[in-house]
């Protein structure tokens, strides 16, 4: 199998996902040398972080995770947009079980009950063909041992993208997005919401209007990049 690997490696040679450069056969879509230097952000080992900041207190969160730092034209967003622009699924699963492997030592492993990924409108899960925030919790699920729960929330509306709006006309936009599908099914449980780059909170505050009704719940939230409003 390790010659096979190695032979295909040369007709359809493999390249870092982050810098671009050749992948060694035992690599995986990003070299040694970018797991090492990318931004991670330690969010965990920072329970008032940037992250935490950005709600604003708006939302009651146990845990902000996050697994690098975004900044324009860098390579963390390079990644994000290999993701979303070229349906490398792959990659967000493997950043995934990236941050759950970084988290694993500093969260008991019962924690939370399931992982939320934040819905897609359905017209743009069509055109995208996959939501890369389930994707993502697809890693951290593998990695924690937490199931996921794509049911409990839909898109009621189509929001226009984030980019390029001040940090007040991302709070307009995403206003009223959500929807809960199943409300009675849900008590007493830590939901970890999943969404793939947080700016200002605007999205996971919208989800948390919808389940802070819910009897018992608590809510963290994981992503895979953090952007200062104005760096994304």
């Known amino acids: 199998m390790a010659l096979i690997n190695d032979f295909l490696s040369l007709i359809y040679p493999r390249h870092c996902q982050a810098c671009g450069i050749l992948l060694f056969p035992h690599e995986h879509s990003i070299c040694r040398l970018c797991r090492l230097r990318l931004p991670k952000s330690d969010f965990h080992l920072q329970p008032d972080n940037p992250l935490t900041r950005a709600l ?34 792959e990659l967000a699963v493997l950043l995934g079980e990236m941050l759950g ?13 399931l992982l ?10 069509k055109e995208r063909g996959f939501n890369q925030s389930e994707e993502f919790a697809k890693g951290l699920s593998k990695s924690l041992g937490v199931p996921i729960e794509t049911g409990l929330l839909q898109r009621a509306k189509a929001s226009a993208t984030q980019t390029r709006k001040k940090k007040y006309q991302r709070w307009e936009n995403v206003e009223g997005i959500f929807e809960l599908v199943k409300e009675p099914a849900i008590t007493q449980q830590h939901l970890l919401l999943v969404d793939d780059v947080v700016t200002t909170g605007a999205t996971i505050d919208s989800a948390w209007q919808c389940l802070k009704h819910l009897d018992g719940i608590k809510v963290s939230v994981a992503c895979i990049a953090f952007a200062k409003p104005g760096n994304f």
């Open 101 to 113: 492997e970084e988290i694993k030592p500093h969260i008991t492993q019962t924690e939370f009950d």
């Open 56 to 89: 604003g207190g708006r939302v009651p969160l146990t845990h902000s995770l996050c697994l690098y730092l975004f900044e324009k034209s860098g390579k963390v967003q390079r990644l994000v947009h290999t993701i979303k622009y070229h349906k490398h699924k």
């Open 116 to 125: 939320v990924p934040i819905p897609l409108h359905p017209k743009k899960l």
